[in-house]
């Protein structure tokens, strides 16, 4: 299996964990962020977990805590593929995070989604793709 399997995998599994701003427990509690630090954990990938953010961080807080992450590397946002984690622009800044997966149908967006109250899968059409403005990939490490 590869990390983006696992990562795509450890997404799948938190599917329908209802969301909770800040949370970090999958089946209990995640938000978008907590989704993400979930997945690269469960690939076996060190993480740098910052919880003391605002429900919409701003000032470009978001995306530098993912730019200091240990195992991801920014990708071009026209490159995405299964496994990739993208930061999305919901209201103006970067402050949404979802994990893309490839679907019957093309790719599939997995996020701990306020509005519906928890994480979901869905196709990635071109109005939420149209949403993200950063791409991260597992960087390939050593066994």
Not at 38 to 50: F, I, K, N, Q, R
Not at 52 to 61: E, F, V
Not at 76 to 102: C, K, N, W, Y
Request: aromatic share 6%; with cysteine; hydrophobic share 45%.
């Amino acid at each position: 299996m590869t990390r983006a399997d696992m990562i795509v995998a450890a997404a799948r599994a938190a599917l329908d964990t209802p969301f909770k701003h800040q949370g970090r427990r999958v089946g209990v509690a995640l938000d978008c962020a907590g989704l993400g630090i979930h997945c690269v954990t469960a690939a076996g990938l060190p993480v740098y977990d910052e919880t003391d953010y605002p429900r919409t961080p701003g000032g470009g807080r978001m995306e530098a805590a993912f730019d200091r992450q240990p195992a991801l590397v920014r990708v071009p946002v026209s490159t995405i593929a299964h496994g990739d984690i993208v930061l999305m622009r919901m209201d103006g800044e970067p402050q949404h995070v979802a994990i893309i997966a490839d679907g019957a149908h093309g790719l599939n967006i997995t996020h701990a989604f306020e509005k519906t109250g928890r994480v979901v899968e869905h196709i990635l059409t071109p109005a939420w793709r149209r949403l993200i403005v950063r791409a991260y990939r597992a960087k390939e490490f050593d066994e």
